[in-house]
Nanobody, 122 residues
Framework: QVQLVESGGRSVQAGGSLKVSCAAS????????IAWLRQDPGKEREFVAA????????YYADSVKGRITISRDNAKNTVYLQMNSLKSEDAAFYYC???????????????WGQGTQVTVSS
């Protein structure tokens, strides 16, 4: 059983930067692919970025490429999402999710965190 806890969400001005974290416990963290997904109330959940056990494999939604970077520190059991040039459409609850078997960015994830809220003010 893997537990995921997100942190770092807060209110940021448009154009600003923010780094959110996902801390994992309870499993062999390095074996899991970790993704960030986001959901704004009233909208569908949206994939943002993912990183596999090997940091060479990262994936991004087209809407965030060039502005958002996912990274992981397996020694700290933590995955980070660095967000730059934030836009109003980036405002959402950000969730991290983990899966052991990589089958692409879509599909089911085995474990989910509770989310951290990011708001973007103009």
């Amino acid at each position: 059983q893997v537990q995921l806890v997100e942190s770092g969400g807060r209110s940021v001005q448009a154009g600003g930067s923010l780094k959110v974290s996902c801390a994992a416990s309870g499993g062999t963290f390095s074996r899991y692919a970790i993704a960030w997904l986001r959901q704004d109330p009233g909208k569908e959940r949206e994939f943002v970025a993912a990183i596999r056990w090997c940091v060479l494999y990262t994936y991004y939604a087209d809407s965030v490429k060039g502005r958002i970077t996912i990274s992981r520190d397996n020694a700290k059991n933590t995955v980070y999402l660095q967000m730059n040039s934030l836009k109003s459409e980036d405002a959402a609850f950000y969730y991290c999710a983990a899966k052991l078997k990589w089958d692409g960015t879509s599909g089911e994830y085995d474990y989910w965190g509770q989310g951290t809220q990011v708001t973007v003010s103009s």
